[in-house]
């Protein structure tokens, strides 16, 4: 995959190349990632990317000309069907399944905004989508842009070592994770759950499985509100919730998450 990365602070954003399962990818050629600086397409000596807003108000808004020549730029240099994207409050929310979306694309570019917006000319003419992290202000979209890069980039094929953690992470199933343990096997006055040292992976598959359930329902019921709970779930989840000598659910309708 290539992602291309439009920022006025592109040592900001170069610095998520260096670290993790992202700097990984990289150093394996699994994807690229480059930054353009709309300083670069500014077209006076001080290298202006801002200006005062139309109608008055506070702050400044970046201006079309040198954001518009970085995208074209970064474009340029992607694979067709690359979407560009602009990360705004004003987007949809980025969850999961976006992240899945996006990692089936060939490539794509992200715009991180600056100072009170952009020029909503430029968000017309020259960006496909707007994507959010949620409803909290950012001083910029440098931060969101390498939130989606590394969400996008562990579900690539052949990045994470195991397959089999992308597929077990938080939300993949429609839930929250559930608890990991290490050595060693006593710590702070608390011992890891029996289940896990017995060996037998039937039991710690559907105690998992149970853990994750039930912390999704305690944590954030929105999302177990939205599965069609099986007979299955919905004892597990009584399980979980009697074991804690909390009141039993009742929950019945929604989509199945399945297994």
Not at 9 to 23: K, R
Not at 38 to 67: Q, S
Not at 208 to 237: F, N, T
Request: proline fraction near 6%.
């Amino acid at each position: 995959m290539k992602i291309a990365v439009v920022s006025i602070f592109p040592g900001m954003v170069g610095g998520i190349a260096e670290y993790g399962v992202v700097g990984r990818a990289i150093e394996r050629q699994l994807v690229s990632l480059h930054c353009e600086d709309p300083r670069t397409f500014a077209a006076d000596a001080h290298r202006t990317v801002d200006d005062r807003p139309y109608g008055g108000g506070p702050g400044m808004v970046m201006k079309y000309e040198p954001v518009a020549g970085a995208i074209r730029a970064a474009r340029a240099g992607l694979p067709e069907n690359s979407p560009v994207i602009c990360l705004s409050p004003q987007g949809r929310v980025f969850d999961q399944a976006e992240a899945g979306r996006l990692a089936r694309m060939p490539g794509m570019v992200l715009l991180a905004g600056r100072y009170e917006g952009i020029d909503e000319r430029l968000i017309e003419n020259e960006v496909d989508e707007e994507l959010s992290l949620g409803d909290f202000v950012l001083s910029g979209g440098e931060i969101a842009a390498m939130a989606v890069i590394d969400a996008v980039v562990r579900l690539l094929p052949g990045v994470l070592g195991d397959a089999e953690s992308a597929e077990q992470d938080s939300f993949m199933q429609g839930l929250l994770d559930h608890p990991h343990y290490t050595r060693p096997e006593r710590v702070g006055g608390k011992r890891v759950p029996s289940v896990l040292l017995s060996g037998d992976h039937a039991r710690i598959a559907r105690w998992r499985y149970k853990q994750a359930l039930g912390r999704s329902y305690l944590r954030r019921p929105d999302m177990v509100k939205k599965l069609r709970l099986s007979r299955e779930q919905r004892q597990l989840l009584d399980e979980f919730l009697a074991e804690r000598g909390l009141p039993q659910q009742n929950l019945r309708s929604g989509r199945n998450a399945g297994r």
